[in-house]
Structures are given as C-alpha cells and as structure tokens.
T-cell receptor, first 115, second 111 residues
Framework: GAVVSQHPSRVICKSGTSVKIECRSL??????MFWYRQFPKKSLMLMAT?????????EQGVEKDKFLINHASLTLSTLTVTSAHPEDSSFYIC???????????FGPGTRLTVL | TQLLEQSPQFLSIQEGENLTVYCNSS?????LQWYRQEPGEGPVLLVT?????EVKKLKRLTFQFGDARKDSSLHITAAQTGDTGLYLC???????????FGTGTRLQVTL
C-alpha cells in the first residue's frame, strides 16, 4: 500500500502561535488526502478533505480559518493550526486513498501539545 | 450522520482466550474496513470487506460483514499479547471517498 509520512512527529508550542504539519505521500501521487484528529483514547474524527489544486472541503464544525489546509502538489498536503490554544492539543493524522476499494493508508501521526 | 458503534469499548483478556468485537450501524456501507492502531502511531489496515455476508480470515483473525452491510464483527482466536491495541472499524459510503470511523475497541491481552 501507499507509504505516508508526517512531519513533525511531535510538536510543542505556546498558545497563540501557529503550527504547520506536513503530510507526504512517498510512493504515490495523491490527488486527495484526508486530515483527522484523535483525542486520547478516542476514535478518529475527519476534519477535512484536502484536494490537490483546489480548496479543501471541511467537515461540519471544523473552522476553516483556524485549520488551514494547502495541497500544492500531488505528494504534499499541509495543515496549519493557526493561533493555537490548549484545546487544539491532539493527535493529527493524515491519510491517502489508493486502489479500487479506496483503501486509506495513514501517516504515523503528529502529536501537538499547546501550552 | 452515520454512526458506527463498537462494542465492547474496552476488553482485557488473558493470552489464549478468544474474543469478538462488534461494529454496528443503522446505515448501509458499500464497504467496511478494520484497522488496528498502537499508541502514538497511525491506524494500520487489517482487512476490507465489500460483499454482504462476506467472511475473511487473516491468520487468527476472522472478519465478517453483515448480510445487510450495516454491521461487522472481528473474532480473534487464541489472543496473543501482540494483539493489544485499539481496533477501529470504518465504513465507506462511496461519497467523496470518506470514511466514517467507529467508536473503537481497546484490547489488552496479558500473560
């Protein structure tokens, strides 16, 4: 399956700052990537669908201006958490879709801690 | 909103025991996937089931998709400590390739 990487794996930032998380598809050109967040001991919640060359599609309740998504190339999507607050602390995971069954392959995740 | 409820939420068993995890919904899914996630890592795909009534086996793991494609189960035979993790089912509706994840089942297998 597709190999997906994320950078950084962990980040700690101060409240009010912005943080950028990268998601790379290493062996597959992905026109679509997905961004999820996961709170401790909880399941994954889809935040947005990142579309190469066009605007991202956000799920209901997700603030577009707070979680900026850029999908500038077929191998890279970025999620920027703007003006981060402690409640934004979470595990952020991206995925790409590949194959006839639209199987999703996930990155290793990024642990964000906002102080 | 399509909801996937998993049961049990948490399961602690000893090595060698059998277990079954259930994934239920009132919605129909065109396919359903099972993932296993370890702490601090992304989910790893175990299996995809597509056809109603389908049964797939992966070594000691048996997956079944309900006839009506609204539910699924995962059965583990003779659990091992390496099976410990968070098990997630996820349904695919075919709309914009989006997956809806289940509530998760945390499995702990001890010696």
């Amino acid at each position: 399956g597709a190999v997906v990487s994320q950078h950084p794996s962990r980040v700690i930032c101060k409240s009010g700052t912005s943080v950028k998380i990268e998601c790379r598809s290493l062996d597959f050109q992905a026109t679509t990537m997905f961004w999820y967040r996961q709170f401790p001991k909880k399941s994954l919640m889809l935040m947005a669908t990142s579309n190469e060359g066009s605007k991202a599609t956000y799920e209901q309740g997700v603030e577009k201006d707070k979680f900026l998504i850029n999908h500038a190339s077929l191998t890279l999507s970025t999620l920027t958490v703007t003006s981060a607050h402690p409640e934004d602390s979470s595990f952020y995971i991206c995925s790409v879709t590949q194959g006839a069954e639209d199987t999703q392959y996930f990155g290793p995740g990024t642990r964000l801690t906002v102080l | 909103t399509q909801l996937l409820e998993q049961s049990p939420q948490f399961l602690s068993i000893q090595e060698g025991e059998n277990l079954t995890v259930y994934c239920n919904s009132s919605s129909v899914f065109s396919s359903l996937q099972w993932y296993r996630q370890e702490p601090g890592e992304g989910p790893v795909l175990l299996v995809t089931v597509v056809t109603g009534g389908e049964v797939k086996k992966l070594k000691r793991l048996t997956f079944q998709f309900g006839d009506a494609r609204k539910d699924s189960s995962l059965h583990i035979t003779a659990a091992q400590t390496g099976d410990t993790g968070l098990y997630l089912c996820a349904g695919f509706t075919g709309t914009a390739s989006k997956l809806t994840f289940g509530t998760g089942t945390r499995l702990q297998v001890t010696l």
